[in-house]
């Protein structure tokens, strides 16, 4: 089993969706969660950070960390075209070493 | 304040041919990273280094790859001889505390192609 499991889609939705991004995890060590947004041949660019569990909003965006479950999510409100690029979840604790999910490709249809 | 620079961009060279990769952190951050990322994948991380120190380089192939951070800024990641395996994007990432004081920011990367 892989410590960080996401379904790497592709999704596609139409402009204004509600959309639903989820990551799995097995280790209990993990006490920081993000989600990173990566466009096509660009780096990542931190999106979310969320310490331990709990919900944190900014903007369009919902962050939710289930800690009993071993479960986050990511939430895009009035989703946009612009919203379209592979979505990372990743998460660290204990050590310096941030897990990588397999990411997610979002299209926005307009 | 400019991010993390990168370069080159992208590279081609041949298999068993050296090839080397530069990075400049985010002034002030302490920490840096190289990650790889293989297509469809998420990235890995190589090494971390804190200042000029290697803390962590269990996962870097060491009879192939070499990484320096000369007076805890810049960095080079090379690889001698590359395979076709390592055809790759190879990021670099700096913050400055660790996970605590939030993510890492990464640089655009480098486009490695091994043929």
């Known amino acids: 089993q892989k410590e960080v499991e996401q379904d790497p889609g592709p999704l596609s939705v139409p402009e204004g969706a509600i959309v639903s991004l989820n990551c799995t995890y097995s280790?209990?060590?993990?006490?920081?969660f993000m989600w990173y947004r990566q466009y096509s041949r660009k780096g990542p660019e931190l999106l979310m950070y969320t310490y331990s569990s709990g919900n944190k909003e900014d903007g369009r965006f919902t962050a939710q960390v289930d800690k009993s479950s071993k479960y986050i999510s990511l939430f895009i409100r009035d989703s946009q075209p612009s919203d379209s690029a592979t979505y990372l979840c990743a998460m660290g604790g204990g050590s310096e070493k941030l897990v990588f999910g397999k990411g997610t490709k979002l299209t926005v249809n307009p | 304040e400019a991010g993390v620079v990168q370069s080159p961009r992208y590279k081609i060279i041949e298999k068993k041919q050296p090839v080397a990769f530069w990075c400049n952190p985010i002034s002030g951050h302490n920490t840096l990273y190289w990650y790889r990322q293989n297509l469809g994948q998420g990235p890995e991380l190589l090494i971390r280094?804190?200042?000029?120190?290697?803390?962590?380089d269990s996962q870097l192939p060491k009879d192939r790859f070499s990484a320096e951070r000369l007076k805890g800024v810049d960095s080079t990641l090379k690889i001698q001889p590359a395979e076709l395996g390592d055809s790759a994007v190879y990021l670099c990432?700096?913050?400055?505390?660790?996970?605590?004081?939030?993510?890492?920011?990464f640089g655009s990367g480098t486009r490695l192609t091994v043929v």
């Open positions: 280790n209990s060590a993990f006490q920081y």
């Open positions: 990432a700096s913050s400055l505390g660790g996970l605590p004081s939030g993510g890492y920011t």
């Open positions: 280094y804190e200042n000029e120190e290697a803390v962590d």
